[in-house]
């Protein structure tokens, strides 16, 4: 019964999360939601969106539950998985109805967020200030290119070595990641901001610091939001590297101690959990890109009707 009132309740919040995406169409497309949905399912986006979910998983059960194949004899069926996932009395001590569970997102979310916050703190400026000023660029750019390749498990031993505590240290590693990438998409949005926009802004008399407000910034805005979407989704799997090693919680930490105690179906469960919290993270940022960004879109709108 417990098991049937979950899976509505997550049935629920699937098709609330996408009843809520389909009306923000209807909206952009001044439609109603009746025909927006009509119009979602039907397509074919959504349709090789579902077959990819239904042959990934067919694929799954195949391998492993039907054939049998050597390869893949000590790994869980999905049938499996999501029966650990969804029992009140686990096998391995992990399911939604356990404490650890939900201990462990907590963990994972928050070292996330605050790598993300940090890398989006620092890494904006750091890449307006490269794009912006010449004699920066020339300086940092090269240190940031052979720092940039160093895999985050190499930053482990170092981390744990300078900072106080475990929490530091992975919250360190997870942020070099999302870093990098959040300045080196901001310097790429300062770089494709047209040379004409600034000469006009001079001869209309603007000063440096109006340049920078009203060019640059609004400029490389597209290119900034991008950037934090892939900066989420790496600071997810920057994390887990971290968590393996020098963490007691999280994820990252399940997983690898599911290996190492030999509880298989709990390693595809972290790893499910992670892809759907990575995932969520990333829609919640290019949502609030979008509607931050909803000037460009009637802009751009405006071009194209213009152009009609």
């Given at each position: 019964?417990?098991?049937?009132?979950?899976?509505?309740?997550?049935?629920?919040?699937?098709?609330?999360?996408?009843?809520?995406?389909?009306?923000?169409?209807?909206?952009?497309?001044?439609?109603?939601?009746?025909?927006?949905?009509?119009?979602?399912?039907?397509?074919?986006?959504?349709?090789?969106?579902?077959?990819?979910?239904?042959?990934?998983?067919?694929?799954?059960?195949?391998?492993?539950?039907?054939?049998?194949?050597?390869?893949?004899?000590?790994?869980?069926?999905?049938?499996?998985?999501?029966?650990?996932?969804?029992?009140?009395?686990?096998?391995?001590?992990?399911?939604?109805?356990?404490?650890?569970?939900?201990?462990?997102?907590?963990?994972?979310?928050?070292?996330?967020?605050?790598?993300?916050?940090?890398?989006?703190?620092?890494?904006?400026?750091?890449?307006?200030?490269?794009?912006?000023?010449?004699?920066?660029?020339?300086?940092?750019?090269?240190?940031?290119?052979?720092?940039?390749?160093?895999?985050?498990?190499?930053?482990?031993?170092?981390?744990?070595?300078?900072?106080?505590?475990?929490?530091?240290?992975?919250?360190?590693?997870?942020?070099?990641?999302?870093?990098?990438?959040?300045?080196?998409?901001?310097?790429?949005?300062?770089?494709?901001?047209?040379?004409?926009?600034?000469?006009?802004?001079?001869?209309?008399?603007a000063s440096n610091k109006d340049i920078l407000f009203d060019v640059v910034v609004p400029g490389a805005l597209p290119f900034i939001f991008t950037g934090l979407q892939i900066s989420?989704?790496?600071?997810?799997?920057?994390?887990?590297?971290?968590?393996?090693?020098?963490?007691?919680?999280?994820?990252?930490?399940?997983?690898?101690?599911?290996?190492?105690?030999?509880?298989?179906?709990?390693?595809?469960?972290?790893?499910?959990?992670?892809?759907?919290?990575?995932?969520?993270?990333?829609?919640?940022?290019?949502?609030?890109?979008?509607?931050?960004?909803?000037?460009?879109?009637?802009?751009?709108?405006?071009?194209?009707?213009?152009?009609?």
């Open positions: 019964m417990q098991t049937a009132l979950i899976l509505i309740a997550l049935a629920a919040l699937i098709l609330g999360l996408a009843a809520w995406r389909i009306q923000g169409q209807a909206r952009l497309y001044e439609v109603g939601f009746g025909r927006q949905l009509a119009t979602t399912l039907s397509s074919k986006s959504f349709q090789l969106t579902l077959a990819g979910f239904v042959i990934f998983v067919g694929l799954w059960w195949v391998t492993v539950s039907l054939l049998k194949l050597p390869w893949f004899n000590r790994l869980p069926g999905p049938l499996e998985v999501v029966g650990e996932w969804l029992s009140p009395t686990p096998t391995f001590g992990i399911s939604i109805y356990t404490k650890d569970y939900y201990t462990h997102i907590f963990y994972s979310t928050y070292r996330a967020t605050a790598a993300f916050l940090l890398a989006t703190l620092l890494g904006i400026p750091f890449g307006l200030l490269m794009g912006w000023n010449k004699k920066f660029y020339d300086y940092s750019l090269p240190l940031v290119e052979l720092i940039r390749p160093i895999p985050p498990l190499a930053w482990v031993p170092l981390a744990i070595l300078v900072l106080p505590g475990s929490e530091p240290a992975v919250i360190f590693v997870t942020f070099l990641v999302a870093f990098f990438v959040t300045t080196l998409n901001t310097l790429l949005g300062v770089e494709s901001i047209d040379d004409n926009y600034f000469r006009a802004a001079k001869c209309l008399g989420m989704g790496a600071s997810w799997f920057s994390l887990v590297a971290g968590e393996m090693i020098a963490a007691q919680y999280g994820l990252g930490f399940l997983i690898w101690d599911s290996y190492s105690v030999i509880a298989y179906p709990v390693i595809f469960i972290g790893m499910a959990t992670l892809g759907i919290i990575g995932w969520a993270s990333s829609a919640l940022v290019r949502v609030v890109g979008r509607r931050l960004m909803a000037w460009r879109e009637a802009e751009l709108s405006g071009g194209a009707r213009a152009e009609v």
